[in-house]
């Protein structure tokens, strides 16, 4: 694990595969931390030829977390966003972007290809929308594109994500007991839920940051993202959008109304998949990447 100094804060990254190959910039969900692009996932995918690197965005795991800034009251944004006023935020998803850019800079990568994860996807969005010049191509993966007309996560979803959570250092127990039966519904229906692997995966990034307030500040961050299929028209990077038809987060038409927004993207649903990346997916969701960047690669013809 390294920290670098990237848009005026730290964060935490590590790579995998050779470190003058072509590189893959993986970005994280809302709340959860780079250890849940799992390792093996990260070492196949370096294995097909590219540099993989991967980091905690602002406020999650090893990276810097905004305690300046207290947790965002919830039903003042709320009343804002509904009046139409902008909302005051600590950050943006374009400072989330610009953190990402900073990173690169720092590790001295000039050109990437991105790859996001719900949050992450968005975030991916911007980069390849906004910093054209440095995206090889764009992997958009279980996201969305604020378009307002979009169906929203299934009600019960929404309850259990904003449902308060035990500290883990108090009452592990009850941390898990919340956070597991998030992810069992969260799931989808393709593969067998193991729990063991998820309790495992739960209480890592517990050991490395617990931050409830950290995660508000992201949702708050998203709050304000607002509808960007007009930015998402400009992309002309090859581009992959890949959506799970379980998904009851991010429903599977937010999926398809991004690939809808990007001329040329390709569209890819995984049968059964959630709002997840269980190790069964890894093989599809790899091929897919790999046949996207090599698009955009560099080196079309290595």
Request: hydrophobic share 45%; charged share 20%; aromatic share 6%.
């Amino acid at each position: 694990m390294n920290i670098a100094k990237a848009n005026g804060i730290e964060l935490a990254w590590d790579s995998f595969g050779n470190a003058d190959a072509e590189a893959i910039l993986l970005i994280s969900g809302l709340g959860t931390q780079m250890i849940r692009w799992s390792s093996p996932f990260c070492t196949e995918l370096a294995a097909r030829g590219y540099r993989v690197i991967r980091f905690d965005n602002r406020d999650a795991g090893r990276s810097m977390h905004f305690r300046m800034s207290a947790a965002p009251d919830f039903g003042a944004l709320a009343s804002a966003l509904m009046a139409g006023r902008r909302p005051d935020v600590p950050y943006t998803p374009h400072d989330m972007a610009a953190d990402a850019i900073g990173l690169l800079d720092a590790i001295g990568i000039a050109r990437v290809h991105v790859v996001g994860r719900s949050m992450g996807g968005m975030i991916a969005q911007i980069l390849a929308s906004e910093y054209a010049d440095r995206v090889l191509s764009l992997t958009s993966i279980m996201s969305s594109t604020g378009n307002p007309a979009l169906p929203q996560a299934a009600p019960d979803v929404m309850a259990m994500m904003m449902r308060p959570t035990p500290d883990p250092d108090v009452d592990p127990d009850g941390f898990l007991t919340v956070r597991l039966a998030f992810a069992r519904r969260i799931a989808g229906m393709a593969y067998p839920f193991d729990e063991d692997a998820h309790r495992a995966l739960l209480l890592e990034e517990a050991g490395y940051s617990y931050d409830p307030a950290g995660t508000a500040r992201q949702i708050a961050a998203m709050a304000v993202a607002g509808d960007r299929r007009a930015r998402l028209a400009t992309i002309t990077a090859p581009a992959l959008v890949i959506h799970g038809t379980d998904d009851p987060l991010i429903p599977p038409a937010c999926g398809q109304d991004t690939a809808l927004s990007i001329a040329g993207a390709i569209y890819r649903p995984i049968e059964g998949m959630g709002h997840d990346l269980p190790p069964e997916s890894d093989e599809a969701v790899i091929n897919a990447i790999c046949a996207v960047a090599h698009k955009g690669s560099r080196h079309p013809s290595a």
